[in-house]
């Protein structure tokens, strides 16, 4: 027997008896039970202890086997701890459970600013929308969110590696910029698969883009008057190209921090700047003053134009009327010389005596000056309407 003397006669349980076979004497049973199951058959007087300390005594019993009294070893025969027998229905409930857990794996829920890739054993199916979903379960079908609302920004030029540029007219500037982009919602899948990652692409490619830009435009351009042209070139540029990786990127615009030259010659830099301006200034005031002189000019030049005209035109039209005058004076002189002759002197005098002072010669009194009666004569008053 592979056990010890000590247990000569007792069962595998190591109960106490006195060898009389398995069942027969007191504690031949390994539940320690009266083989008979009482003095009385099954109303006797001893009561049978209840399951639990059945269970802790074999327990104990069998560590103290494992254990070894004497270095005793595990004996024939026995076998290890049982599972317990659930019945056909224990079985069923806990297959339900694992068949429920299991195609749980199966349900989506996508938030209004989401989208779920669903994958196929690694292959892209489909994409869901905001609301509940199903799908295969796993590990035949899986799925990722992705927040395809979000707006994430890259701020780039933190360092003078990425800040420093070189202009159209071999200058350098310093440009801080930062760029705003989200996850492309018509193929969101694109970000999963095709850009490992996808950050440090939008990084790299904006500030790629941008040193294209800034080399075909000078440096004054760029701090001052075409930094939103500038910008929105980049954005589109940087598009176009996460467009032929198939990033499943959108930019939603480049905005520019800082452009500055370098620290190193920012003062000489100010310097040339304001002098150009000053020197704007000054050109500005000379078109000014040009634009209010050269009006004048022209408009003086043209009305002196118009009034020779007007004098040219009034001598014109005085000498026809006068060559006029001197035809038909003329043709009445053909027909009566001497009536024409004496006409003509009257005519004369009359009007070089009407611009002068008339003197009267008298023997007696010496020169009067002539007086004209007409001169003498009150103006007739206009009667009123009322004195008739």
Request: glycine share 12%; no cysteine.
């Amino acid at each position: 027997m592979p056990w010890d003397d000590k247990t000569k006669g007792s069962g595998p349980w190591g109960g106490g008896g006195d060898g009389k076979g398995s069942g027969g004497g007191e504690g031949g049973s390994p539940w320690n039970r009266p083989s008979g199951g009482g003095d009385k058959g099954s109303g006797g007087n001893k009561e049978s202890p209840d399951l639990e300390e059945q269970m802790r005594r074999m327990q104990e019993r069998f560590r103290q086997r494992r254990g070894g009294n004497g270095g005793g070893g595990r004996r024939r025969g026995t076998g290890g701890a049982q599972l317990p027998n659930f019945g056909p229905l224990g079985f069923m409930v806990v297959g339900g459970v694992v068949l429920l857990s299991w195609l749980s794996t199966g349900i989506v829920i996508v938030d209004p600013t989401q989208q779920a890739a669903v994958f196929r054993f690694g292959k892209w199916q489909t994409n869901f929308g905001p609301g509940l979903h199903f799908h295969l379960p796993a590990p035949i079908e899986s799925h990722t969110l992705l927040n395809v609302e979000r707006r994430n920004e890259k701020r780039i030029g933190s360092s003078q590696e990425e800040s420093l540029m070189l202009t159209q007219d071999e200058n350098i500037v310093d440009i801080q910029f930062s760029v705003f982009w989200k996850i492309d919602t018509a193929n969101p899948e694109n970000f999963l698969l095709n850009v490992r990652e996808p950050e440090l692409t939008v990084e790299q490619v904006a500030e790629s883009v941008m040193r294209e830009v800034v080399g075909k435009t000078s440096l004054q351009n760029i701090i001052t008057t075409e930094r939103d042209t500038v910008q929105q070139a980049v954005a589109a540029q940087t598009q176009a190209l996460l467009n032929e990786y198939r990033a499943g990127v959108e930019i939603l615009s480049v905005q520019i921090d800082k452009s500055d030259p370098p620290q190193q010659v920012i003062e000489a830099f100010n310097d040339v700047n304001v002098a150009e301006q000053d020197a704007e200034t000054r050109t500005n005031q000379a078109t000014q003053f040009a634009n209010e002189i050269v009006p004048q000019a022209r408009g003086t030049a043209q009305r002196l134009l118009q009034e020779a005209e007007a004098y040219r035109d009034r001598v014109i039209a005085d000498a026809g009327g006068e060559a006029s005058r001197f035809d038909q004076i003329y043709e009445e002189y053909r027909k009566a010389p001497r009536v024409t002759r004496e006409r003509m002197y009257l005519e004369t005098m009359e009007r070089v005596l009407g611009r002068t002072d008339k003197m009267i010669l008298d023997q007696n009194s010496g020169a009067v000056p002539y007086l004209p009666l007409e001169r003498t004569r009150r103006p007739a008053t206009t009667p009123n309407n009322g004195d008739q």
